[in-house]
């Protein structure tokens, strides 16, 4: 799987626990250290964690494992690396206090919302006449 790919299926599980201002930072250009940012909110330590856990568990179902995690303790800031993809869980509060999407301004910003679901067309009997 691509590293443009994981992220973009890591956003999306980010989504399955409400996960508010999902982003996706391209730092391909600007450092050697990861590929992409995955980065969202959570409104409560609960919900954050939450969030850390729907990913970790998606991304086994992937086989991709968690290389690296951290912020479990406080669940204020989690952050799980994939070696090429790195997402930061944070809590409102703190997203705002260590604004990454300012720190890393130069990268690519995609915003990621929750794809709609497909809905199957219902076809309606013939009237009869």
Not at 49 to 65: F, T
Not at 93 to 112: N, P, S, T
Request: hydrophobic share 40%; proline share 3%.
């Amino acid at each position: 799987m691509t590293p443009k790919t994981l992220a973009k299926k890591i956003a999306q599980l980010t989504l399955t626990k409400k996960a508010s201002s999902v982003i996706i930072l391209d730092l391909r250009k600007l450092t050697d250290m990861t590929d992409f940012f995955v980065v969202c909110s959570g409104d409560s330590d609960v919900q954050v964690k939450a969030i850390a856990d729907a990913v970790i568990d998606g991304a086994e179902q992937l086989n991709e494992p968690t290389w690296h995690k951290e912020g479990f303790s406080q669940r204020q800031w989690i952050l799980l690396d994939y070696v090429d993809v790195v997402v930061h869980i944070f809590h409102k509060e703190m997203r705002k206090y260590y604004a990454l999407e300012k720190l890393w301004g130069d990268a690519k910003i995609e915003e990621v919302e929750e794809k709609p679901e497909k809905k199957k067309a219902i076809k309606k009997p013939a009237k009869k006449k």
